[in-house]
């Protein structure tokens, strides 16, 4: 069973604490597909998630590269698939996919076919400057997660 939690983030701090709650519960093979619009948030949710699983780097968009790779609790593969959305799967990103590091993968959409049926999907959708409305999806080993989730929004 699919399980969803929806959320309003008032303050980039709001987005920062969503990520810690994530980040408390990742684990190697973990996938989170993020969607959402230009300017919604998606960069900036993965730049929290990556601190938080302890990478040090400076994370940035990988838009002209589709994958940057980060080391810290977790190998962290960040992709960025919105150029993909024309042509295909010809880039090679089932190593990384179905590897033991953590894909954060930013329009997953484009390339959902070859992901497993199973992922953490987080939708960003603006309000304004600074709010934005979440939609966070899961099952099998994501429930807790949205479980955890659910929990901290609903205190």
């Known amino acids: 069973?699919?399980?969803?939690?929806k959320l309003r983030l008032n303050s980039i701090i709001d987005t920062e604490t969503l990520a810690k709650i994530i980040a408390e519960k990742a684990f190697k093979g973990m996938i989170v597909g993020l969607t959402g619009d230009l300017?919604?948030?998606k960069t900036t949710f993965?730049?929290?998630?990556?601190?938080?699983?302890?990478v040090k780097d400076n994370l940035n968009s990988p838009t002209f590269t589709i994958l940057k790779i980060y080391?810290?609790?977790f190998v962290l593969y960040h992709m960025d698939v919105y150029r993909l959305e024309d042509i295909g799967y010809d880039?090679?990103?089932d190593d990384f996919i179905y590897g033991d590091g953590i894909s954060v993968i930013e329009w997953y959409q484009y390339i959902r076919?070859?992901?497993?049926?199973?992922?953490l999907s987080i939708d960003f959708k603006v309000i304004d400057e600074d709010a934005r409305d979440v939609i966070i999806k899961g099952e099998e080993e994501y429930e807790e997660i949205v479980k955890a989730i659910s929990n901290r929004y609903s205190n």
């Open 39 to 41: 300017g919604s948030g």
């Open 46 to 54: 993965t730049k929290f998630f990556s601190q938080a699983i302890g």
């Open 71 to 73: 080391e810290g609790n």
């Open 1 to 5: 069973m699919i399980l969803e939690v």
């Open 113 to 119: 076919e070859m992901l497993p049926k199973n992922i």
């Open 91 to 93: 880039f090679e990103l």
